[in-house]
């Protein structure tokens, strides 16, 4: 992966790429109990993707609103990112990707960002976070053809963390219309998976994995 992003990425546990194919070098992963594979689809062809444009929608469904590389213009001797990303023809579209660690529970990690007139640190604790999954609905007794309201609060549902993550439930209990689905509609209401062909996927038979 540093070969393509221009920089060392030796201590994380593995980089998910923005690519299209596998023919750029990427390998398959070998964790178990399911392996995460090199080919990660883009949604629509990053051809002519650039560092200073927002590729997230174009490149990948999990970071839709990346923030833009600092292109460092005008700055003699400047790294695009401030970290030399390798930004070419043929790796412009691999922004954004994703760094994976290796975390313990209850275990704290320090983030830290290098700024001028000093380190600006943060330190976050890795932990689960059932205690804060709840369900509650609007009222407790229904007449016949009343609208359900419920809501749901489960922070495993917030899959991006630039971007407010659309849920859509399938109630009905015929198996063409029950089922859990991702960013059918955007923070809008307006069509996101739905407006694309194939986009709408019921991903109930891949929750025990995910």
């Known amino acids: 992966a540093g070969t393509f992003l221009g920089f060392v990425v030796s201590e994380t546990s593995g980089v998910a790429l923005p690519i299209s194919n596998t023919t750029m070098g990427s390998v398959n992963g070998t964790s178990s109990p399911d392996t995460i594979t ?16 927002k590729n997230g929608t174009d490149a990948m469904n999990v970071v839709r609103e990346a923030k833009s590389l600092n292109l460092m213009t005008g700055v003699s001797g400047g790294k695009i990112g401030q ?7 043929s790796t412009d579209a691999m922004w954004p990707f994703i760094q994976l660690y290796q975390l313990n529970p209850t275990g704290n990690v320090d983030i830290q960002y290098n700024k001028g007139g000093g380190a600006q640190t943060t330190k976050l604790t890795f932990d689960t976070v059932d205690q804060f999954v709840n369900v509650s609905l609007d009222r407790a007794i229904y007449p016949q053809s009343a609208q359900v309201h419920a809501t749901i609060t489960d922070l495993w549902l917030n899959i991006d963390p630039t971007d407010e993550d659309s849920w859509t439930f399938g109630t009905s209990s015929n198996a063409t219309s029950k089922g859990t689905y991702y960013q059918v509609f955007d923070e809008n209401g307006d069509l996101g998976g739905a407006n694309v062909a194939a986009g709408v996927i019921n991903i109930d038979s891949t929750l025990d994995t995910l």
Do not use: H, L, R
């Open 38 to 53: 090199a080919q990660c689809d883009a949604s629509v062809s990053t051809t002519g993707a650039s560092t200073n444009a």
């Open 83 to 89: 970290i030399g990303f390798n930004a070419t023809q």
